[in-house]
């Protein structure tokens, strides 16, 4: 067989059946991780008015929090390609619920930090072996089981505003300590997954064993990991315009509550999770370039109204906007994962990282632009970030290689 076509996914004999449970309590545990994770973006006006932020410290928390997350995904991800430990994900659960304890108590500005490093601590240990766990359970159907692991994420993602507005504004800081049942019900959840993954050794080996041949060749591999890599940038960077400072720009632009706010960030969140639902079994069906294509350009004319737009219209494009934009990423991870056969949880890890880490430092540096210039000015430069979609005329067509 070719190079070029070359399948990079085990048979589907060798997988075995979809299995649809598992996928569900994988989805239901990114739910719980998520939705503990999700609460510290909500409670940025209360910790600004609290220790007296700047934006720019505003996104100092955020950067620590995903800087911890995306720097040890790839090499947990890479470790647990060879050495796969379904076990560490109850561990991880564990850090996120020491991190959610912490932020209800801690009395300084770093300790505030720490709190967000141990969030994303438990956030990097959980993603790269949960993913697996997802593709493991795929019986081949890859987009669709990224999609159930992504979706029950970014339902858990946009609980966190909702929490925030019906709880812990109205009954302060303490009452975050209430929510240590999520990552408690997550770690209950984690070890019944454990226990399955842990029983599928000659599966693991299959997923975890190179193909012999990569399914494109090396030099392409090359410049579509980079392409991808310019996608997931522009992605998250525009992200981190919403969902750290969108809270402040609908306070400041058009004088509603920060808990009417919170409402909207929901909407948001809810409509990233929707996009995600359906992006990979789209993807496994159209073939995921298009997908990719249409997501990350397609939001274009809708970021470039979203700074003229009054509250009605804003709902209506973050709307969009999330939905069309979340779509991509579960088409992705497994487009990557095609194309580097063999290395699922250090592509896992990568992809997970880098999201995260972009969307850390976007938030760092779009904080200090809206200390300069106001939080109106990000989201005017924000705007055109989404032409970058450009560059995935440059991906190939991996459905028509694989014929």
């Given at each position: ?172 800081r303490g009452s975050i300590s209430w929510f ?75 004088g509603i509550s920060d808990q009417a706010a ?120 924000c705007s055109y970030l989404p032409l970058l ?15």
């Amino acid at each position: 067989m070719s190079a070029d076509t070359a399948s990079a996914e085990p048979a589907p004999g060798l997988l075995g059946k979809t299995h649809y449970t598992i996928l569900g309590l994988t989805g239901a545990a990114h739910f719980l991780n998520d939705a503990t994770q999700s609460l510290l973006v909500p409670l940025y006006p209360l910790f600004k008015d609290a220790f007296s932020l700047s934006f720019t410290k505003v996104g100092l928390i955020t950067l620590t929090y995903q800087l911890t997350a995306s720097l040890l995904q790839p090499a947990v991800g890479r470790f647990t390609d060879k050495h796969p430990l379904p076990f560490s994900l109850p561990v991880g659960m564990t850090f996120s619920l020491c991190g959610l304890l912490l932020l209800a108590v801690a009395p300084t500005y770093p300790l505030l930090l720490v709190a967000a490093a141990l969030l994303g601590i438990g956030s990097s240990v959980f993603h790269p072996e949960s993913s697996r766990v997802a593709r493991l359970a795929s019986g081949g159907r890859f987009g669709l089981a990224q999609s159930m692991f992504q979706v029950g994420g970014n339902a858990g993602s946009s609980v966190g505003p909702l929490l925030a507005a019906a709880v812990i504004i109205p009954f302060g800081r303490g009452s975050i300590s209430w929510f240590a049942v999520l990552p408690l019900a997550g770690i209950l959840l984690l070890i019944r997954i454990s226990l399955w993954a842990s029983g599928q050794t000659r599966l693991n080996k299959v997923l975890a064993a190179p193909s012999g041949v990569p399914p494109v060749p090396r030099n392409i591999v090359t410049r579509t990991m980079a392409v991808l890599l310019i996608l997931i940038f522009s992605k998250y960077f525009y992200l981190a315009s919403i969902t750290s400072y969108l809270i402040f720009y609908l306070t400041s632009t058009f004088g509603i509550s920060d808990q009417a706010a919170q409402i909207h960030l929901f909407v948001f969140l809810f409509a990233v999770a929707a996009g995600t639902l359906v992006g990979g079994p789209i993807g496994d069906r159209i073939g995921r370039k298009y997908v990719i294509w249409v997501s990350i350009l397609g939001i274009t004319p809708f970021t470039l109204a979203l700074p003229y737009a009054d509250l009605f219209w804003t709902t209506v494009l973050i709307f969009v906007i999330g939905f069309t934009l979340a779509s991509a990423f579960p088409s992705m991870v497994v487009f990557a994962q095609e194309l580097m056969p063999g290395h699922v949880g250090a592509v896992s890890g990568l992809f997970f990282g880098l999201s995260f880490g972009i969307a850390g430092i976007g938030a760092a540096v779009l904080g200090k632009v809206a200390d300069v210039y106001g939080i109106a000015t990000v989201y005017h430069l924000c705007s055109y970030l989404p032409l970058l979609g450009l560059a995935a005329v440059f991906l190939p067509n991996l459905r028509e290689k694989r014929g």
